[in-house]
């Protein structure tokens, strides 16, 4: 143990913590705190407290969007009324000028509420890679005790590429298809015409095929790499410790030291690996859980009002509601990818030769 805390204390962890204030919030989360209680086997956190952050978070979250859904309401059921009442008074024409009128206010509400999810959903993953950017050299440091520069150093050079990988596809091409998609669903209701919901179904489809493919090629590369590089590494280790043992008279001692140095370096490794993931779950926790929350909520309101509302105000909120998905998938995606890379690393670098 007193090896493993000396390890930890030469890495500096600054940046990791000023990422996690900003993350999480000040004095919400020690990350070196937490890596020193896994390098002594304790519990990092308190399950009661990470439970009652995530519900205050989601308490406050539908506190802000109360009045926004019953705006919605209130819309689509005026639009109602318009459309089906008022042509019987004052004529057809009248009767869609009224519901266009009625229709752009809906319009300008859901478009206001999908843009704050909308940024959410690329505030966690940007936020996200900017963690990733400042934990991977510290995790990789670590990695360099217990499997030498050069296997953290393959690790290191593919975890960038996975970094640019996640940054182009899910942030610069997957979010904004999204807003393209939802436009297009919306704009599809404003003619009779049927004239964007092929083009909406195949961004639709496209995002996900191009979301799915990245996580399997990522992984197929993680597992690929983590059955390779160990093996090279844990001989390497062997090689040192055989060599070490075979000075004469201080050769078992020299080879004791050397096997402790390793077997610490990879319980430094393992520790800010869960540490990483534990911060990571945490920060993506929240915005799932709001995503998939809005998401229901929004389903809900769709089931209540299309008994009453006009057809193309519940196409409104259902195009709202597949949009969510995408989202949702899209953070889900993200924040999978990381924990499992790192879970994976850490679990396929454990071995420490003999």
Not at 125 to 140: E, I, T
Not at 181 to 188: D, E, G, Q, V
Not at 278 to 307: D, E, H, M, T
Not at 309 to 318: E, K, P, Q
Request: some cysteine; proline content about 2%; overall charge negative.
């Amino acid at each position: 143990m007193e090896e493993a805390d000396r390890i930890w204390d030469e890495i500096s962890s600054e940046e990791i913590q000023q990422m996690t204030n900003q993350m999480l919030g000040n004095n919400t989360f020690s990350f070196s705190d937490c890596v020193g209680s896994l390098l002594h086997g304790q519990m990092p956190f308190s399950v009661e407290s990470a439970v009652r952050t995530i519900c205050d978070g989601l308490a406050a979250n539908f506190a802000e969007e109360r009045k926004m859904y019953i705006y919605l309401i209130l819309l689509a059921v005026i639009g109602a009324v318009l459309g089906n009442f008022a042509s019987l008074l004052q004529g057809k024409q009248v009767a869609e000028t009224a519901f266009y009128a009625v229709y752009l206010l809906f319009f300008s509400v859901l478009l206001t509420a999908f843009v704050q999810v909308a940024e959410i959903a690329e505030n966690t993953l940007s936020q996200l890679l900017d963690f990733m950017k400042v934990l991977f050299p510290s995790y990789f440091m670590t990695m360099a005790f217990s499997q030498g520069a050069a296997a953290s150093g393959i690790y290191y050079q593919f975890t960038l590429a996975m970094l640019t990988i996640v940054d182009y596809v899910l942030v610069k091409f997957a979010l904004p298809a999204v807003h393209i998609y939802f436009l297009l669903r919306i704009a599809n209701q404003l003619s009779e015409r049927d004239m964007f919901t092929k083009m909406a179904e195949l961004i639709h489809d496209v995002v996900k095929f191009v979301m799915k493919t990245m996580f399997g090629i990522v992984m197929g590369f993680n597992v690929i790499q983590g059955l390779i590089v160990p093996v090279t590494s844990k001989l390497e280790s062997s090689a040192v410790i055989k060599l070490s043992g075979a000075v004469p008279g201080v050769g078992n001692a020299i080879s004791g030291v050397v096997s402790t140095v390793l077997c610490a370096g990879t319980l430094v490794k393992n520790a800010v690996g869960i540490a990483g993931v534990i911060v990571v779950l945490f920060y993506c926790g929240i915005p799932l859980l709001r995503l998939v929350v809005s998401r229901f909520l929004f389903q809900l309101s769709n089931a209540v009002l299309q008994p009453v509302s006009d057809t193309r105000v519940v196409a409104c909120i259902g195009a709202m509601v597949e949009a969510l998905k995408l989202l949702t998938y899209a953070v889900f995606v993200g924040c999978m990818m990381f924990v499992i890379s790192i879970a994976l690393m850490s679990a396929m670098t454990s071995g420490v030769g003999g």
